[in-house]
């Protein structure tokens, strides 16, 4: 079992960077991928990054890269995603995810954390 418990969300100006922290323990937390998924209001629920657990390989949606950097400090069992240059359009409740494997669905994912409110204001 993998408990995951983000933090780092909250109200930021357009222009603005958020750091996201997510939290993971449980039995063996470091061989698990982790990916950032957000839900804005009315939306579904959509990929927005992920970074495997062997390589620290990363991966991004297209209108984050250049913007958003996942990563991972394996000796705190501890992943992030550092946001900059936010948008209205970046505002959502954003979920960390663990999985043993990888893929942009959230049905690949096993575990999944509470989320943190991200509120981007214009």
């Known amino acids: 079992q993998v408990q995951l418990v983000e933090s780092g969300g909250g109200l930021v100006q357009a222009g603005g960077s958020l750091r996201l922290s997510c939290a993971a323990s449980?039995?063996?937390?470091?061989?698990?991928?982790i990916a950032w998924f957000r839900q804005g209001p009315g939306k579904d629920r959509e990929f927005v990054a992920w970074i495997t657990w062997k390589d620290y390989e990363t991966y991004y949606r297209g209108d984050v890269r250049g913007r958003f950097t996942i990563s991972r400090d394996g000796a705190k069992n501890t992943a992030y995603l550092q946001m900059n240059s936010l948008n209205p359009e970046d505002t959502a409740v954003y979920y960390c995810?663990?999985?043993?494997?990888?893929?942009?669905?959230?049905?690949?994912?096993?575990?999944w954390g509470q989320g943190t409110q991200v509120t981007v204001s214009s």
């Open positions: 995810a663990a999985g043993s494997t990888i893929g942009m669905s959230p049905a690949v994912y096993q575990y």
């Open positions: 449980g039995s063996t937390t470091r061989t698990y991928n």
